[in-house]
Each structure stands twice: as C-alpha cells, then as structure tokens.
C-alpha cells in the first residue's frame, strides 16, 4: 500500500473540512466547528494565506491531512512551525501514516532552518500524547496558553 503526503489544493477544501469535522468530533467539540468550506477555500487557498495544508494519501484515497503555519521565536531569533492540526483517520492509524505526515513537516521545519516544531494536545488525549513521546517530542508543561475569542475578543478590541 503506497502512502503519498502531498501539498494540498483547493479540489481538496471539502474532504479538509471533513477531516476537520472528524478530528472535532473525537475531540468532543464538534459544537465548535463554524468554519465553511468557503472558509476552508479562503483561508488555505486564497492569495496570500500563511497556512500551509497537507493531504496524506493511501492508494489515491485521502487518509489525513495536516494545516500548519510558520510561527516565531525572539528567544531563538528564528521561524518555527507551529502545528494546528494533524489528523489520520482511524481505519488507517498504527502502521505510521502519522508518524510520516509528521516527518515531512519536521523535514520542512529543518529545510527552513527553523527552530522549532510545536503543537497542543488535549491532556486527556492518550494515544495522541503516546504517539508523540514516542516521536521524542518533550511537553511543554511550564506554559499555560490563553485565548480570547468571539465575543470576548471584540469586547477588548472595541474597549
């Protein structure tokens, strides 16, 4: 079975959104999910986006996908990646699919001389945080991240 990552097109927006659904549901948030496919369409695919997306595929049939975007350390003084999300799905976990999608974009991380790749995993994801010990990945538990979102951000912006 031949498994294929590759940068992912706009034909690819509705199956991304798929996933993203998928990934949302078996993160107990699909409640959460607003984004369109126009969304999707527009925000990897339009002129000018900053988000790069890829599609993991077996046999010509998409299996996964990943969406990240260079980030920046002023400690480091360099660009680093900083994943959003990465997603295979669960008929095809186990025989390194994920382990590949995440190699490629280390690979790229390394050809950018970045100096880090980082991501968030919900602590009561297992498997997740299993997988990525077993990768050597090192969590970040000194580091507490906020958000402000929604209603809350245009709050603050407009006060």
Same mark, same amino acid.
């Given at each position: 079975?031949?498994?294929?990552?590759?940068?992912?097109?706009?034909?690819?927006?509705?199956?991304?959104?798929?996933?993203?659904?998928?990934?949302?549901?078996?993160?107990? %948030? $699909?409640?959460?999910?607003?984004?369109?496919?126009?969304?999707? @369409?527009? +925000?990897?695919? &339009?002129?000018?986006?900053?988000?790069?997306?890829?599609?993991?595929?077996?046999?010509?049939?998409?299996?996964?996908?990943?969406?990240?975007?260079?980030?920046?350390?002023?400690?480091?003084?360099?660009?680093?990646?900083?994943?959003?999300?990465?997603?295979?799905?669960?008929?095809?976990?186990?025989?390194?699919?994920?382990?590949?999608?995440?190699?490629?974009? %280390? $690979?790229?991380?390394?050809?950018?001389?970045?100096?880090?790749? @980082?991501? +968030?995993?919900? &602590?009561?994801?297992?498997?997740?945080?299993?997988?990525?010990?077993?990768?050597?990945?090192?969590?970040?538990?000194?580091?507490?991240?906020?958000?402000?979102?929604?209603?809350?951000?245009?709050?603050?912006?407009?006060?």
């Amino acid at each position: 079975m031949s498994l294929t990552i590759r940068p992912a097109a706009r034909a690819d927006a509705a199956q991304i959104l798929t996933f993203i659904t998928e990934l949302a549901d078996y993160e107990r %948030a $699909r409640h959460e999910v607003v984004a369109t496919l126009a969304d999707i @369409e527009h +925000s990897l695919f &339009d002129a000018g986006s900053t988000v790069h997306s890829l599609i993991c595929e077996r046999d010509s049939q998409a299996i996964g996908f990943a969406v990240y975007f260079y980030s920046y350390s002023t400690w480091l003084g360099r660009n680093g990646i900083y994943l959003e999300d990465l997603y295979i799905t669960p008929q095809q976990r186990g025989d390194g699919a994920g382990r590949q999608l995440l190699r490629h974009i %280390a $690979r790229e991380a390394m050809a950018n001389n970045c100096g880090r790749l @980082e991501w +968030s995993v919900l &602590d009561w994801n297992e498997p997740a945080i299993g997988f990525y010990q077993s990768l050597g990945a090192q969590p970040q538990d000194e580091w507490v991240r906020y958000r402000l979102d929604g209603e809350r951000l245009r709050q603050f912006a407009e006060a």
